[in-house]
């Protein structure tokens, strides 16, 4: 299955221009932000904004509104689809807590 899921830039990665830190299910994972800057714009205005991520890029940006219905959707479809709690909780990742 090929999902995506909301994750709330938190934290500008110093080594990599184009990488950010996005906390996602109480987990945090590096993300590449090249897809969503606006050209013009420094990285720092994506701090605290929500995007959705699928395999480690943040594919577009996201309002609260719309990430909080996503997140409560695959809530929702984890109570019957085992890997989507797997992807939400991360179980199986390496990723960076």
């Known amino acids: 299955m090929c999902i995506g899921i909301p994750g709330r830039v938190v934290a500008l990665d110093p080594r990599q221009p184009q990488h950010v830190w996005a906390e996602v299910c109480g987990a945090r994972r590096e ?9 013009g714009q420094p990285r720092e205005a994506l701090l605290g ?3 959705l991520i699928h395999v480690g890029f943040a594919m577009s940006r996201l309002d609260e509104r719309e990430a909080a219905e996503m997140l409560a959707a695959l809530q929702a479809m ?5 890997d989507v709690v797997l992807f ?10």
Do not use: F, H, K, Y
Not at 31 to 39: S, T, W
Not at 88 to 96: C, L, P, V
């Open 31 to 39: 993300i590449n932000i090249a897809l969503v800057c606006q050209a």
């Open 49 to 51: 904004s929500w995007v």
């Open 78 to 82: 984890g109570e019957v689809e085992s």
């Open 88 to 97: 939400m909780t991360g179980e199986g990742n390496d990723e960076i807590r």
